[in-house]
């Protein structure tokens, strides 16, 4: 699921809610989440607040790619595997090495979080 292109509190949460979805039940989720920019003095905060929505989906896999989704990955319930990025350059090459046949992925983040070139590399190996 390529949402590389914007993210907003709001949106983000919408796109960790539709992970809930019936045809994603029996899938393995992998969750790549890149920052939210531009949210000035309170992006902590609104970070923070994204944990309590990725709990409620549970997905099985949790890549942050980052400096502003690090409180994410260090505050996330120990249940899920997270793993934090400071940039997308490694991100890729992690995701090659644990992703399966079904595995569902949903990538979001600002643009200039360069999550977009992920999902590119990952149309061209299907």
Do not use: W
């Amino acid at each position: 699921i390529d949402e590389s292109y914007n993210s907003s509190p709001n949106s983000l949460v919408t796109s960790i809610k539709n992970l809930n979805n019936v045809l994603f039940k029996l899938k393995r989720k992998i969750c790549i989440i890149g920052d939210m920019l531009e949210l000035g003095e309170s992006s902590e905060k609104l970070h923070r607040d994204i944990i309590i929505e990725i709990e409620k989906s549970s997905p099985d896999i949790l890549l942050t790619v980052g400096m502003h989704t690090k409180v994410i990955n260090q505050n996330i319930s120990k249940k899920i595997k997270a793993i934090h990025f400071n940039n997308s350059e490694n991100v890729y090459n992690k995701l090659l090495k644990i992703i399966k046949n079904d595995d569902v992925v949903m990538i979001k983040g600002s643009n200039s979080t360069k999550l977009h070139e992920i999902c590119k590399k990952l149309r061209k190996e299907s």
